[in-house]
Nanobody
Framework: QVQLVESGGGLVQAGGSLRLSCAAS????????MGWFRQAPGKEREFVAR????????SYASSVQGRFTISRDKAKNTLYLHMNSLEPEDTAVYYC??????????WGQGTQVTVSS
């Protein structure tokens, strides 16, 4: 298991930026992919972005493509999500996750992002 702790959420105006961080500890050597998900009130959790730990290959949801950037610092075992041009629709609890193969089996506790119009 990998332990994940998110930070960096907060309140921002529409058009603003935030950077989320996710510190990983534990069996980090077994992590193949890390990602970000989000869950808005009354909605299901949805995929935001993922990054392959070894070579930093990334993938994004269409709703955030071009506005959000996922990155990682291997030396610090830390995952980031740089969010620009934020919209009220981006308001959600953002979760960091990790997987070794196909199942996202490690999750953080989440960090709230609120975008005001």
């Amino acid at each position: 298991q990998v332990q994940l702790v998110e930070s960096g959420g907060g309140l921002v105006q529409a058009g603003g930026s935030l950077r989320l961080s996710c510190a990983a500890s534990g069996r980090t050597f077994s992590t193949a992919t890390m990602g970000w998900f989000r869950q808005a009130p009354g909605k299901e959790r949805e995929f935001v972005a993922r990054i392959r730990w070894s070579d930093a290959i990334t993938s994004y949801a269409s709703s955030v493509q071009g506005r959000f950037t996922i990155s990682r610092d291997k030396a610090k075992n830390t995952l980031y999500l740089h969010m620009n041009s934020l919209e009220p629709e981006d308001t959600a609890v953002y979760y960091c996750a990790a997987r070794q193969k196909l199942v996202w089996d490690s999750w953080g506790q989440g960090t709230q992002v609120t975008v005001s119009s």
